[in-house]
């Protein structure tokens, strides 16, 4: 009891580590290296406040309990607001797979959390405790506070609901399972100093309020998982006991829901597409999607080993097909800032569109970086991901010089690139001379314009004159040229 008192408070100690460990996170899911981030569980010192208020929950000891709490909070609000500060300086935004893993609490999460709350209680009684029990602890807890200050910074509501729906949902599984293990091992209210009635009544009402939101998530997990059985059991019985259910996926996020399988069935079992998902919106009593991919059969004299050939080519390519899809549109979708339903995609044409949300200080070269990251991330596809409208950004020229440099080339890439993007067939550059007109000794205002024009019509956009500027030019959609 000595020692969970002694590290389970606030310390300068515990604020420095609970810094290095949210910076590190953060820094790990951003580059989307697992590696990073266990090196952020390792050094995170989450795991003595938890503990601590799980056995101030088993002794009812009030002041514990509310320096345990203090301890958590704090650190939880300090990790948030330095990841969420390291988000805003970083150049890289882009949304990553190690982020979207820590969006949405599953069965598996809820088992990372028991787990490690067991462990860690059991070492702790024993007196094992140490770095491994931080890391159990760590695991299900700094990486989706990580990504709560990620959510924040890029104002991306669906990943901040997510990893901190994530992070309660496994902080109540962790505090209840350690409290649990504590009264186990004989951790009760006879270790408390000082103990009431209204101490009781209130660590009572604590106790309810930190299983409501695990209810409910188990309430949630045991809702999906007992519909995903319905569904096979449904296909089971449609197709006969011949047939047989081989890949099976239902996605909960999108509205109506979507079902898709893979069935292996005789040619006489084949069903046609409507029938089967209304009847199985009907067994449901849901709406949903249903994409069900028949591999038929037949007893004809093929040899074994070319029906099983043409078997594992069909299902293979299916699933393939399927999971590359699910995943273009989860990850366009995460980069935009907007959810899975609003990402336009044609898989026969392998073609992804979104309009992305607006983010906070996002600029056209920060759209377009997503894009791009998303198009290297599956070559295959084509994605386009379209802006909110915004000014043009600055093109800069050294006092007196019309060369273009790196920072001026990036920045007329991004405006062409935005043009395109938003239907514009033509932009406004200052300075620019008219059509025909040739200037025998042109100003440098023409001159800066006469390169940007240059590098515009490589891009495929028509360039216009306007008035010119100073040193800075911003360019514009030409007047009239937009398209509908």
């Given at each position: 009891?000595?020692?969970?008192?002694?590290?389970?408070?606030?310390?300068?100690?515990?604020?420095?580590?609970?810094?290095?460990?949210?910076?590190?996170?953060?820094?790990?899911?951003?580059?989307?290296?697992?590696?990073?981030?266990?090196?952020?569980?390792?050094?995170s010192p989450l795991m003595n406040p938890i503990l601590g208020f799980g056995?101030?929950?088993a002794t009812y000891d009030f002041r514990e309990m509310r320096r345990s709490l203090t301890a958590l909070a704090l650190g939880s609000a300090i990790a948030v607001a330095f990841a969420g500060l390291i988000v805003l300086l970083s150049p890289i935004k882009e949304t990553t797979t190690e982020i979207l893993s820590r969006t949405r609490p599953n069965l598996f999460d809820l088992l990372v959390a028991l787990f490690a709350a067991l462990a860690g209680t059991f070492a702790i009684i024993k007196g094992r405790g140490g770095t491994i029990v931080g890391v159990a602890i760590a695991t299900a807890l700094m990486p989706p506070l990580a990504v709560v200050g990620y959510g924040l910074a890029t104002w991306n509501m669906p990943i901040l609901g997510g990893a901190l729906a994530l992070f309660v949902t496994n902080f109540v599984t962790i505090a209840l399972s350690a409290t649990i293990m504590a009264r186990l091992y004989g951790f009760g209210h006879s270790l408390s100093g000082q103990q009431n009635w209204l101490q009781s009544?209130?660590?009572?009402?604590?106790?309810?309020?930190?299983?409501?939101?695990?209810?409910?998530?188990?309430?949630?997990?045991?809702s999906e998982a007992v519909t995903v059985n319905a569904v096979r059991a449904f296909l089971a019985k449609e197709f006969g006991a011949r047939a047989r259910?081989?890949?099976?996926?239902?996605?909960?996020?999108?509205?109506?829901?979507?079902?898709?399988?893979?069935?292996?069935?005789?040619?006489?079992?084949?069903?046609?597409?409507?029938?089967?998902?209304?009847?199985?919106?009907?067994?449901?009593?849901?709406?949903?999607?249903?994409?069900?991919?028949?591999?038929?059969?037949?007893?004809?004299?093929?040899?074994?080993d070319a029906q099983r050939a043409r078997l594992l080519a069909s299902r293979d390519a299916a699933t393939e097909a399927k999971a590359e899809a699910d995943g273009v549109r989860r990850a366009v979708a995460m980069a935009a800032g907007v959810a899975a339903?609003?990402?336009?995609?044609?898989?026969?044409?392998?073609?992804?569109a979104a309009t992305a949300a607006a983010l906070p200080d996002a600029t056209l070269e920060t759209y377009r970086a997503m894009?791009?990251?998303?198009?290297?991330?599956?070559?295959?596809?084509?994605?386009?991901?379209?802006?909110?409208?915004?000014?043009?950004?600055?093109?800069?020229?050294?006092?007196?010089?019309?060369?273009?440099?790196?920072?001026?080339?990036?920045?007329?890439?991004a405006s062409a690139w935005a043009a395109q993007r938003w239907n514009v067939p033509a932009i406004a550059v200052p300075g620019l001379p008219e059509a025909g007109v040739a200037p025998r000794r042109p100003l440098l205002s023409q001159r800066r314009?006469?390169?940007?024009?240059?590098?515009?019509?490589?891009?495929?956009?028509?360039?216009?004159?306007?008035?010119?500027?100073?040193?800075?030019?911003r360019l514009s959609i030409a007047p009239g040229r937009a398209a509908p």
């Open positions: 009891m000595a020692t969970i008192a002694e590290e389970s408070g606030w310390s300068p100690r515990y604020a420095f580590m609970i810094l290095m460990s949210a910076g590190i996170a953060v820094l790990g899911l951003l580059l989307s290296s697992p590696a990073v981030v266990i090196g952020a569980m390792l050094i056995f101030s929950l009544a209130v660590l009572a009402i604590v106790f309810v309020a930190l299983a409501i939101p695990l209810a409910v998530s188990l309430s949630r997990i045991a259910v081989t890949q099976l996926s239902v996605d909960f996020e999108t509205r109506p829901i979507a079902v898709r399988s893979v069935v292996i069935a005789p040619p006489a079992m084949s069903k046609t597409h409507d029938v089967l998902e209304a009847a199985l919106e009907k067994r449901l009593g849901r709406p949903l999607t249903l994409q069900v991919d028949q591999v038929l059969l037949a007893r004809a004299n093929t040899s074994l339903d609003r990402v336009v995609l044609d898989q026969d044409d392998k073609r992804v894009e791009q990251r998303a198009a290297t991330a599956f070559p295959a596809w084509r994605v386009t991901i379209t802006p909110p409208v915004q000014p043009f950004p600055l093109i800069r020229f050294a006092r007196g010089s019309d060369e273009i440099d790196d920072a001026a080339r990036q920045a007329i890439g314009a006469l390169a940007i024009a240059a590098i515009l019509q490589t891009l495929g956009v028509e360039a216009l004159p306007a008035r010119a500027t100073g040193p800075t030019v």
